[in-house]
């Protein structure tokens, strides 16, 4: 049996849905309008283990594995992906990295309240001026002073900084050291001084759920609250996008679903000249190249997510579905909005805002560019995708290597 068609996996899908009906779709343009956090939200979300899909149950998850978060992101964004772009933050790169990185005692401490959304989470890589060379433009540096850090500098793009509880930050602990100078950290803003958030406005996306420019003036963080070693933090970072990729693909993959389903609605609603503008041929075209596309990009994502669920080499084959499902979704978003017309702009339809949404995975968890360059690269021989698998001395969620060491 197909495991992305087994009857698990449509009860994963059924459950989302019905989530989402319920508890998010009609709530979610309140909060919208208000510019209010959805703090109850998120929390009864974990509650219905909507954030735990890849965890194994020693740390609250459900240990359902890579292709049951993928269906997860999807069905949650093809219903609202505004409130679906905080699952990454409660279920994927803030909790991962910890798991990934952290002692059992971190990951025991932190990771069971992010993924019950009891905490809300925070991963900050991305600096002004360094966008993909996230290894050559960090700036932000963290000094130690006995028993502390005292963190300085200036961090972009930190999506929920303004409201999380525990947070995962990248700063260098050596100017001089590249890659082996960047060191991660478990930041709690609300419990330690110098610490500055201020929303972004962004056009288009939510005014609920927001993206941050992160100050930071002798930030206090406590060692106890590094993860690994000095050092050791580009590693940890690099194997947690990875898993981010797969993820942001399936929800990727959710907006094109979004815009391809509301374009046939409207297509088949929308009369002119006597009959529903699906009759001509140009819009046929748009609704072909859409199902088409819609279809590639699933097999890709699954692929990935279940080379990831069987401890496979999986960097390349997820790049892969990353480029294509944020391809994907795009392009369904720019037909879709085609279709509609002038509504197409329009607040009163989706579409206008799911178009901001389906550029926005152009850029998370990597580029198209970095997407290519590490496919090509790969395919001429240059650099092998996979070369670290294995190798990286990371725990791996999908052997509940936590639970092994207390055992042992």
């Not at 890579?66 to 933050?89: H, K, P, T």
């Not at 963290?142 to 995962?168: C, F, H, L, P």
């Not at 100078?181 to 478990?186: E, K, L, N, R, S």
């Not at 942001?248 to 389903?261: M, N």
Request: hydrophobic share 40%; charged share 25%; glycine share 10%.
């Amino acid at each position: 049996m197909d495991p992305a068609n087994s009857e698990e996996i449509e009860a994963v899908r059924d459950m989302v849905n019905r989530f989402m009906q319920t508890e998010v779709n009609p709530v979610m343009d309140g909060y919208e309008q208000r510019g209010e956090f959805p703090r109850e939200v998120i929390g009864k979300a974990g509650a219905a283990g909507l954030y735990g899909a890849v965890f194994p149950e020693s740390v609250g998850g459900s240990d359902m594995g890579y292709l049951a978060a993928v269906v997860i992101q999807e069905e949650m964004a093809r219903n609202d992906v505004r409130f679906s772009s905080c699952n990454n933050q409660q279920g994927s790169t803030c909790p991962s990295t910890i798991y990934f990185g952290g002692t059992a005692e971190q990951v025991q401490k932190y990771v069971p309240n992010l993924l019950a959304g009891k905490t809300i989470g925070m991963m900050s890589l991305t600096e002004s001026g360094g966008g993909s060379d996230a290894e050559g433009n960090l700036k932000t540096f963290a000094r130690r002073e006995g028993d502390v850090y005292r963190i300085t500098g200036q961090k972009m793009w930190a999506s929920m900084a303004n409201e999380t509880d525990v947070g995962i930050l990248l700063a260098r602990t050596d100017r001089n050291a590249g890659a082996k100078g960047v060191t991660a950290f478990i930041v709690q803003p609300k419990k330690y001084p110098g610490w500055k958030a201020e929303p972004i406005a962004m056009l288009g996306l939510s005014n609920a759920l927001r993206t941050n420019v992160l100050y930071l003036d002798d930030f206090v963080v406590p060692v106890e609250d590094r993860l690994g070693e000095e050092g050791d933090g580009f590693k940890i970072i690099m194997r947690t996008l990875q898993a981010g990729r797969v993820t942001v693909a399936g929800k990727a993959l959710g907006v094109a679903r979004a815009c391809f389903e509301d374009a046939v609605r409207y297509a088949n609603d929308r009369m002119l000249r006597g009959q529903p503008i699906g009759r001509l041929q140009m819009i046929q075209s748009d609704i072909a190249e859409m199902a088409v596309a819609i279809e590639a990009s699933r097999a890709l994502v699954y692929k990935a997510a279940q080379m990831m669920d069987a401890s496979q080499p999986s960097n390349r084959i997820a790049a892969m579905a990353k480029y294509h499902a944020s391809q994907t979704a795009k392009m369904c978003a720019d037909k879709a909005q085609q279709i509609f017309g002038g509504y197409g702009l329009a607040r009163e339809y989706r579409v206008s805002w799911l178009k901001s949404y389906a550029d926005l995975f152009f850029t998370g968890e990597g580029s198209a560019n970095v997407q290519k360059i590490m496919i090509a690269e790969d395919a001429l021989g240059y650099k092998v995708a996979d070369r670290h698998h294995g190798k990286t001395g990371l725990r791996d969620i999908r052997k509940d290597d936590v639970a092994a060491e207390a055992v042992r």
